[in-house]
Structure formats: structure tokens, C-alpha cells
């Protein structure tokens, strides 16, 4: 369900990370070539972007599909970022809320989406909803897997938690919750990208001109593409990117038998 990118770097129209490359997320809200699950994206869409000198993001959503959407593509070919996150929408199950259900998710600095599917929502994720405020708990944007999942997120971030180890432990604990969920999460706060591969594709590229892409699947076919291994947290920023295995709800891996994590020469 669902396609989503991100990117930091080097300034760059929105255009020309989404609507310009040959199989880039608008391309991919009708005919994504590495989709497992779902084959139209046509649920609505987002893009996030950060203006110079602005820490906090905007945002453009709507209901419907991308390519619908006859003002997207102006806008995407004149404005400019340095990093953004964007997605399109397969959704789970038909609800109300429209654009508010469509990623990306925001406070603060921070831009989420979700690509995947919770089985069994809402009934198998009560159990966590003592983990969340009450205030939380109200204050969700959309009444879908996906909002919940950011609301535990936020709730470790604003606890102080840094983002590799938010969207790790939430991961691990609606897995827990609900065996059998796809959880590839993407996170950035203008700087940085983290993200999460369990149960769906995850690619990355570090480009040469500079800058780092995390997307569901490749845009174009640059050859420096990588495939981000299943149960994998991968952390980037405009040169670097490192990848650590996430272990199963249930697993016993002590330090020691612990794999090391990878960091990822620039190509």
C-alpha cells in the first residue's frame, strides 16, 4: 500500500524529485514497478518541503489522486527545497477524513508517512492506546493505521527519543501487537532522513551532484540504486547512509550476537 520518498540535499525544485523522473511517485501513483501489495496509489497524496531559513515544513495534501490534480505540477516545477517528504495513497480501508488521512504526517519540524498495512485495525492496536495521552489519543489527524502509528512515534520523539530508536521501537511494538504488519516508516526533520524496510521495498541512492533519496522504489535507472535489506533501520544524511538490522518481536539476540550495523560508502 502506498509509495512515499524523501530527500535531502542540494536545493531543488519538487518537480524534478517527483514529477520529472521517468518512474518517479507521480508515475508511481498509477504504475509502480516494485509494488507488492495494490497496484493504483489513487487514495490522495502529499508533498512536505522546507523553505530557506524555515525549520518547519509546509504542506500540500489532497483527497484525490495526484494526477488529478491539475496545480500540482506547476507548483512542484518552481518550488524549491532542500529536502522533503512525499507519498501517495493506497489506502487500508475506505474512511471519511479525506486529505487529513494522507501522508505526510506532521509537527513540529518533523514530516512521517507510513507505506504498509496494520492487520486486524483498529482492535489489534488497542492495547497500545494506554501508551499514548489522552490528549493524544484526541488529537489524531486521521482515524487510519497510519496516524495511529505516527501518534507512537511522536510521542517517543517528544520524549526525547532520537529518531532511529523512535521509529525502531514503534516498529517492533505494533509487530508485536499485530504479526504480520507492514511497517516501512519514513521520517525526516529537514536534515536527516531515518527510516524503516519491514515488509515492503525500501531503495536509497546517494547522488553524485550530492544529496540522498530514501524511496519505496527507484525513480529512475541510475545503476547506484541500492535495495535496503527486509527489517532494517536505515539513518542518512546528505552524504552518508547506515543501516542496522531490526530484530522480530520475540527474538533474543544478546550484544554480542548482535550484527553490527553498516555504513554505506558514497558512491
Not at 547506515?242 to 527474538?251: R, Y
Request: overall charge negative.
Amino acid at each position: 500500500m502506498c509509495r512515499h520518498v524523501a530527500y535531502v540535499g542540494p536545493e531543488e525544485p519538487l518537480g524534478e524529485l517527483l514529477v520529472r523522473p521517468p518512474h518517479g511517485l507521480y508515475r508511481q501513483s498509477w504504475a509502480p514497478r516494485r509494488q507488492r501489495h495494490g497496484t493504483v496509489n489513487a487514495d490522495g497524496f502529499g508533498a512536505g518541503w522546507y523553505a530557506e531559513g524555515d525549520p518547519v515544513p509546509a504542506r500540500y495534501r489532497r483527497a484525490g489522486p495526484i494526477w488529478a490534480d491539475l496545480s500540482f505540477a506547476d507548483l512542484a516545477r518552481v518550488v524549491r527545497t532542500r529536502a522533503l517528504l512525499a507519498a501517495v495513497r493506497d489506502a487500508t480501508l475506505s474512511g471519511a477524513d479525506a486529505e487529513a488521512a494522507a501522508a505526510p504526517f506532521a509537527a513540529g519540524t518533523w514530516l512521517f508517512s507510513h507505506n504498509g498495512a496494520v492487520p486486524g485495525w483498529p482492535g489489534s492496536l488497542a492495547p497500545l492506546v494506554p501508551s499514548l495521552s489522552a490528549e493524544d489519543v484526541l488529537s489524531l489527524e486521521a482515524r487510519n493505521d497510519s496516524a495511529f502509528v505516527w501518534a507512537l512515534v511522536l510521542a517517543r520523539l517528544q520524549a526525547g527519543d532520537e529518531e532511529g530508536q523512535a521509529l525502531a521501537d514503534t516498529v517492533l511494538e505494533v509487530a508485536a501487537a499485530a504479526p504480520g504488519a507492514r511497517l516501512n516508516l519514513l521520517l525526516t526533520d529537514g536534515d536527516t532522513v531515518t527510516a524503516t524496510a519491514w515488509g515492503d521495498t525500501l531503495w536509497y541512492l546517494t547522488r553524485t551532484g550530492g544529496g540522498t533519496v530514501v524511496a519505496s522504489e527507484p525513480y529512475d535507472d541510475d545503476p547506484h540504486w541500492r535495495e535496503v535489506p527486509d527489517r532494517t533501520l536505515l539513518a542518512a544524511n546528505r552524504t552518508d547512509v547506515l543501516l542496522t538490522p531490526l530484530k522480530e518481536p520475540g527474538d533474543a539476540l544478546t550484544p554480542a550476537d548482535a550484527p553490527a550495523p553498516s555504513r554505506e560508502p558514497r558512491t
